[in-house]
């Protein structure tokens, strides 16, 4: 039933790890974008696939990896982890095609780096 | 480029008070226009939107009319509740610039009882 999914809801990781979340979508549609919400609820894009190309890469440390190995799922590999990476990631989908431009969230992932 | 401008916060009403927050853009384009929710621990949801100059969406009781002169998008409620409680984003699409929403920064409400 769930439209956007996340997993995992809560990850707690020391830094320096790398670690990975994982999103997946059922409604059918052909973009999928990673969000990135700090402690003050400001909301920062930092990635797009549409049908599995990367098409929006905002100014993101690359040890940030996103990877989208079909249109239905977009993951978000992080690489040795830092303090100021602690937040909450959304995933986020919607039919670039044909649609508007809404958007449809997961429930979030918060990451917690200590 | 495009850019959203909402009230700030926090905004603190009583039960059934009249609500409104405001919300400006900017766009080389013709966006359409979005109000998003998000609830205490959840991921934003979509409450209301409008695609061409003067429509209003609704829904749950809220409002909001796009306004090409004004350039402004502003959600309004008539009586809001406990249960309204939230952090409410003001967003704009641009189909034209790879489908990229822009959002504001958030403005959190709080009714009391």
């Known amino acids: 039933d769930t439209a956007v999914s996340q997993t995992p809801k809560y990850l707690v990781t020391q830094m320096g790890n790398d670690k990975s979340i994982k999103c997946e979508q059922n409604?059918?549609?052909?973009?999928m974008y990673w969000y990135k919400q700090d402690s003050k609820k400001f909301l920062k894009i930092m990635f797009s696939?549409?049908?599995?190309?990367?098409?929006i890469n905002e100014t993101v440390p690359n040890r940030f990896s996103p990877k989208s190995p079909d249109k239905a799922h977009l993951n978000l590999h992080i690489n040795s982890l830092e303090l100021g990476d602690s937040a909450v990631y959304f995933c986020?989908?919607?039919?670039?095609?044909?649609?508007?431009?809404?958007?449809?969230f997961g429930p979030g992932t918060r990451l917690t780096v200590t | 480029g495009d850019s959203v401008t909402q009230m700030e916060g926090p905004v603190t009403l009583s039960e059934e008070a009249f609500l409104t927050i405001n919300c400006t853009y900017t766009a080389t384009g013709y966006p359409s226009l979005f109000w998003y929710v998000q609830y205490p621990g959840e991921g934003l949801q979509l409450l209301l939107k409008?695609?061409?100059?003067?429509d209003k969406g609704s829904n749950k009781g809220f409002e909001a009319t796009y306004r090409k002169e004004t350039t402004s998008f502003h959600l309004e409620k008539g009586s809001v509740q406990v249960s309204d409680s939230a952090v409410y984003f003001c967003?704009?699409?641009?189909?034209?610039?790879?489908?990229?929403?822009?959002f504001g920064d958030g403005t959190t409400l709080t009714v009391k009882p």
């Open positions: 696939y549409n049908n599995k190309e990367l098409i």
């Open positions: 409008a695609t061409k100059a003067d």
């Open positions: 967003a704009l699409s641009d189909q034209g610039n790879a489908g990229k929403s822009t």
């Open positions: 986020a989908s919607s039919q670039r095609s044909r649609g508007r431009g809404e958007q449809y």
């Open positions: 409604l059918g549609h052909d973009t």
